[in-house]
Each structure stands twice: as structure tokens, then as C-alpha cells.
């Protein structure tokens, strides 16, 4: 009996020493995950600094993302741009220049439709599709994907993860696709509690965004907050 209350103790007191040790790490972080069998997206991370991840979606048009490249040239900032496979095939140079200018590229499939309505073969294609179209112009072959309108469920995900992919998700929706002005998104980034460590969601074609960064980004370095890709904020 002794003997077991010892061992109890000795596990407790290893956990104690192991939490300690995860929290003085710099630059520790921690992710969603699996929980109770349901797969879960990457939505966000607990950094001990004031990092933030810019996302971007491309499904739409190309306009504005221009201007967008120019303002985080700017700042010097590499977002993440998630394409679909039809963008890249109606705008082959603006994919280019989006690599060129050193963001990294993830994938939203080949067309912007709910994953969760497809079987396994299908969201497969999806995959394989955009991320050729992808490489074959850019030499980049992603490993992020963003399933299209957030939908997801545990095949999705684990059909990405099969094919190299973590699924991504996000903490911060600026909510710039209801084009209720620059003020708007403003607001809706700065004033959310949880900034540190966030993903940060927004549209390449969305009207007010290009303005909105323009202002936000000095805004959030001014307070302290550096930016990073995605890559950089989760590894």
C-alpha cells in the first residue's frame, strides 16, 4: 500500500516538473487537437510573445491583392496565402508573384466547395489538384490546407493529414467579406482578447481590406505585436 501511495506521488510530482519546465521554454506553444475522437483544425496557439499569423484567402478575384503585397513588403511581413486550384489557373502570375514576394502558399482545394459533402476519393482529387497546379508554377509544394467555409469533420481532416497537409483553421475572423468598412475590421482585430498567438483570417478581393491593413499593421506593432508565417507561429 505504502509502496503504491510512493509511486503515486513520484508520478505527480514528474507532471508538476514537466508543466514547469514546458512554461520557461521560449517560444512554446500549444495547438488545437484531437479531443474525445473529433478531429480538430489548427485554430490558434498559445505563444509567450506577441506573434500573429496573416492569413489570407484567395477564391474570389485578384483585386486589391496588389496593394495588399505592397503594404506587408511594407512591414516586411510573410503572410499565408491559400489559394484554389481555379484561382492559380485564372491568375498563374499573381500566384507567382505571391511566392516571389516570400509568403508562403497553402491550398483550399481545386474548387471553393463544403468538404464535408465529398468522400474520400473526391477530397483527395481536390487536394491533389490544386497543390500540382500549385508547385508546377511556383516549384512550392504546400503542406497547409483550409477547408473552404470552415466545414470539416473528421474524414477531412484525416484524408489531408493522410496526404501531408495540417488542416488550418483560424482565431481571429476579421469578418472583412461582410464589407461593413475599414473601422469595422479594425475593431474586430484589435479589440479581441486573445491577439497573442492568434491566426488571423482575411480575403485577398474583400473591399476594405487593403485600406484597413494599411492602418492595422503599424497599429498592432506599435503594441507590441510582430508578425510571422504560419509555419513560423506553429513550428
Do not use: C
Not at 506521488?9 to 487537437?33: D, E
Request: aromatic letters at 10%.
Amino acid at each position: 500500500m505504502i509502496r503504491h501511495i510512493k509511486l503515486s506521488l513520484l508520478w505527480i510530482l514528474s507532471l508538476v516538473i514537466i508543466a514547469a519546465v514546458v512554461q520557461t521554454l521560449p517560444g512554446t506553444i500549444s495547438v488545437s487537437t484531437n479531443v474525445t475522437g473529433t478531429e480538430l483544425p489548427i485554430a490558434g496557439t498559445e505563444h509567450s510573445d506577441q506573434k500573429l499569423a496573416l492569413t489570407f484567402n484567395a477564391a474570389g478575384s485578384d483585386a486589391g491583392l496588389s496593394r495588399l503585397l505592397q503594404t506587408l513588403d511594407k512591414h516586411q511581413i510573410h503572410a499565408t496565402f491559400f489559394l484554389t486550384g481555379d484561382w492559380v489557373s485564372r491568375y498563374p502570375n499573381e500566384t507567382v508573384l505571391i511566392s516571389q514576394y516570400g509568403h508562403e502558399l497553402g491550398i483550399l482545394g481545386d474548387t471553393y466547395l463544403d468538404f464535408t459533402n465529398l468522400e474520400k476519393t473526391s477530397i483527395s482529387a481536390q487536394l491533389t489538384a490544386s497543390r500540382d497546379k500549385i508547385a508546377n508554377l511556383t516549384g512550392i509544394s504546400p503542406h497547409f490546407f483550409r477547408p473552404p467555409y470552415n466545414a470539416y469533420n473528421n474524414l477531412v481532416i484525416r484524408t489531408a493529414r493522410d496526404a501531408g497537409y495540417q488542416t488550418i483553421s483560424w482565431s481571429v475572423d476579421s469578418m472583412d467579406w461582410k464589407d461593413y468598412g475599414v473601422s469595422a475590421i479594425e475593431n474586430k482585430v484589435i479589440h479581441n482578447p486573445d491577439l497573442s498567438g492568434a491566426i488571423l483570417y482575411f480575403h485577398t478581393d474583400a473591399k476594405y481590406t487593403p485600406e484597413a491593413l494599411e492602418s492595422l499593421i503599424p497599429l498592432l506593432l506599435e503594441n507590441g505585436y510582430s508578425f510571422a508565417s504560419l509555419s513560423d507561429l506553429l513550428y
